[in-house]
């Protein structure tokens, strides 16, 4: 099964467009789980099994497992494989090496999709289109504070990217990565990239507007867009009740993400458990 197959029976199945960020940070998952043996893993664990049945997806951050590598492998390992597993790696190089970068992330370690940086252009991620049943989101307008230094500024990078996205999504396996704190960008996006998947991160600690999301990102059936949330969903507790927490805060964002779908989509839709 690829990751739209995937994505699509397990959004059918969730009735969700959430994806919980699995960012596991030393300093403030609770203070108990540091006597595991793998604190990082035993956290995560709790997070995946109180909200597999509210997500579409999960994104797990690079950044967070290079210091414990292993808590990444085990942790794709703990995500039952009906669910798609996004790889936040941002990376991208030369064609040579973005190959070994493909290989590793895809056959080794089995991610069904993974974020690149598409600055070098084709020949750096053309690897990664080669495995036609895994799927590559490109940085186009990301949610950090410093999106105008080059994204936004005069040439418009963010729109560039999308409409080469668009070009090169011959296999249908190309979408985009396109921040939740910048709103007023969506349309223009949209309309030059009316085909692509938007994985959207800013939702929740970053202070993205859902309903501007949802009006602007989504397809005219409030689909084609996954709506990432991390530390609002992960940290809402930092007690021994985190991984209960967590669920009411994944459970309360998929309901107001359906509550603002089209009425005869979100009839179906009502974010009640299944």
């Given at each position: 099964?690829?990751?739209?197959?995937?994505?699509?029976?397990?959004?059918k199945r969730n009735k969700s467009l959430l994806c919980v960020g699995l960012d596991p940070d030393r300093d403030r998952i609770p203070r108990f789980l540091l006597k595991e043996r793998d604190p990082l893993l035993a956290f995560n664990k709790e997070i995946v099994e109180s909200t597999k049945d509210l997500v579409c997806a999960y994104k797990l951050n690079l950044a967070f497992y290079l210091e414990e590598p292993k808590s990444l492998e085990r942790t794709r390992d703990l995500i039952p494989s009906h669910i798609p597993v996004i790889l936040d790696a941002k990376?991208?190089?030369?064609?040579?090496t973005a190959r070994v970068y493909a290989r590793i992330y895809f056959e080794l370690m089995g991610f069904d999709?993974?974020?690149?940086?598409?600055y070098m252009g084709f020949d750096a991620i053309s690897p990664f289109f080669e495995y036609r049943e895994r799927f590559i989101f490109l940085l186009c307008l990301t949610s950090n504070p410093s999106v105008d230094d080059?994204?936004?500024?005069?040439?418009s990078i963010y729109l560039r990217v999308a409409k080469k996205a668009s070009e090169w999504n011959k296999l249908g396996n190309c979408g985009?990565?396109?921040g939740a704190t910048r709103t007023e960008y969506l349309p223009q996006i949209r309309s030059v990239a009316p085909k692509l998947i938007f994985l959207i991160p800013g939702v929740g600690a970053q202070g993205g507007k859902l309903n501007s999301v949802m009006r602007f990102a989504a397809d005219p059936r409030g689909e084609k867009i996954i709506i990432n949330s991390s530390r609002g969903v992960i940290y809402a507790s930092s007690n021994p009740d985190f991984s209960q927490a967590a669920r009411r805060e994944a459970e309360r964002l998929r309901g107001e993400i359906n509550s603002l779908r089209p009425k005869e989509i979100s009839d179906n839709n009502s974010g009640k458990s299944v």
């Open positions: 099964m690829d990751f739209i197959e995937k994505l699509s029976s397990i959004r990376c991208g190089d030369i064609g040579n999709a993974v974020t690149l940086n598409p080059f994204q936004t500024a005069e040439g985009l990565v396109v």
